[in-house]
């Protein structure tokens, strides 16, 4: 078996991520070693490839999610080419063994993590067997290149670090869309391929008619069933053919010929179908890399032959302007430079009250008069000092319906004993285990707080 990167054996797998469709990367970490293998799976690009740094992308798949869960963090023992397409690195985890498979196909290509028994613990794309039978030994000069030098040259005609440049805005939303066609032609070849697999079910129909063609003489018209003598066999075996009661025999011959017709045209169909999906895929091939490594000025060209192609391609949203965030309450520096928080109206002395203010904060309001709630935030079993008291008492009483009154009542009380009965109007409350206290105008105290004011909204 011939041994290949024997220069990233013992390195740790740092991390794996998937930075575009059929691309895996992972961060290599070893005592004169740290840098990104990138495999590129499938296309005219695939190949190993090394970067100094990990290329970014697309977030992380549940794919990539469970790569990780079984190879991240693992030591590479051995790095071996099998057969022409499948490099299969030999890792080594908390005590166990496994493998990682980097298949590099021209269309297909996978990354697969198996078990010691070759079991298949997890794939990059869905896989039809639940045990993957390693290729045997390579024969031949290898396709990839040899030594981490080679990988580092092969890797300089890569983006090292896209995203670096604003042109990515541009570069991944077209990365994505091609991505999303090709899965999507990706499931229409499997589709087709299995209508091309229905050529034996054409056989089958036109011999069951042909026999029962043969045997009409034999039949009467209300016959349900037949058995004739096979004639694919020397033995004297026949066939059991079962017919429609609601059809004669002529009848059902003559509707087993219409189905094999039908499905016969449906297979041409199919035929030119898979031709041109393949076309199309393989032209999806060119453009993902093209894409990979175009330079800023080629992409507004580039994104020109993805619409012609066929890809939906949404550009990238500019993000709205963010509306200043409307904020329900007015804040004052009282005594001591404590914030004083008052609302500015019905609705908004709802929001204040009910969230944003905590519990233990003290409450108040102008007695028996329309007006703003207003908060002094508190610690946890803090008193609210009395020249603070005084301010917010002053607030509540100037933003409320007895602004021009010389005395006026406000309410206090800790902010869990104001309760909202459902179905209120905005700004009603029930207030519980009220105090009272009865404040005098003080106008140039008053203009003092107003002046205060701060984020002015």
């Known amino acids: 078996m011939t041994a290949i990167l024997e220069g990233i054996a013992g390195a740790r797998i740092a991390r794996i991520d998937s930075p575009a469709l059929d691309i895996v990367c992972l961060t290599l970490h070893a005592r004169d070693l740290r840098a990104a293998l990138v495999a590129h799976l499938s296309g005219p690009t695939r190949g190993l490839y090394l970067l100094s740094k990990r290329p970014e992308g697309s977030p992380a798949s549940p794919a990539i999610t469970k790569l990780r869960h079984h190879a991240q963090g693992a030591r590479i023992k051995r790095a071996e080419r099998r057969g022409r397409s499948d490099l299969v690195l030999e890792l080594a985890q908390r005590g166990r063994a496994s493998h990682l498979v980097l298949r590099l196909a021209p269309r297909r290509g996978n990354a697969i993590v198996l078990a010691a028994d070759q079991r298949v613990l997890t794939s990059l794309h869905r896989l039809e067997s639940s045990v993957l039978e390693l290729s045997p030994e390579a024969e031949g000069a290898s396709p990839w290149p040899t030594t981490l030098d080679a990988m580092r040259a092969a890797g300089a005609g890569l983006r ?38 229905r050529q034996p079910e054409i056989d089958a129909l036109r011999q069951r008619a042909n026999l029962l063609i043969s045997n009409l003489h034999r039949l009467s018209d209300n016959t349900a069933g037949v058995a004739v003598p096979d004639p694919t066999t ?26 094999a017709r039908k499905l016969t045209r449906g297979i041409a169909i199919a035929r030119e ?59 004052f520096l009282g005594a001591g430079g ?12 709802d929001a204040l009250t009910l969230h944003h203010a905590a519990p233990h904060d003290l409450w108040l309001h ?17 008193a609210c000092p009395p020249d603070l008291l005084v301010d917010a008492g002053l607030l509540a009483a100037h933003y409320s319906k007895a602004r021009s009154h010389d005395t006026v009542e406000i309410v206090y009380v800790p902010r869990r004993h104001v309760r909202k009965p459902k179905g209120s109007p905005p700004g009603s409350v029930n207030v519980q285990r009220e105090k009272v206290m009865a404040l005098r105008r003080n106008e140039e105290r008053l203009r003092s707080l107003l002046a205060s004011e701060r984020h002015r909204a």
């Open 273 to 331: 179908r898979h031709a041109l999906t393949e076309r199309e895929l393989a032209s999806l091939d060119e453009l993902h890399a093209t894409a990979l490594t175009a330079a800023d000025a080629e992409l507004e060209t580039l994104r020109n032959k993805v619409a012609l192609a066929g890809v939906g391609w949404d550009p990238p949203a500019t993000r709205p302007a963010r509306r200043p965030q409307h904020k329900p309450f007015r804040e």
């Open 234 to 259: 020397d033995a004297r075996t026949t066939l059991e053919i079962e017919i429609d009661p609601e059809r004669t025999p002529a009848a059902q011959a003559q509707a087993w010929f219409t189905r």
């Open 338 to 349: 404590r914030v004083i928080r008052v609302g500015k109206g019905a609705a908004d002395n």
């Open 160 to 197: 090292d670090t896209p995203g670096d440049s604003a042109a990515e805005a541009t570069r991944q939303p077209l990365l994505r869309a091609i991505a999303r066609r090709r899965k999507q032609l990706r499931r229409r070849l499997t589709a087709i391929e299995g209508d091309l697999k």
């Open 366 to 382: 102008a007695r028996g008069q329309a007006g703003a709630h207003v908060v002094v935030p508190l610690g946890r079993s803090e």
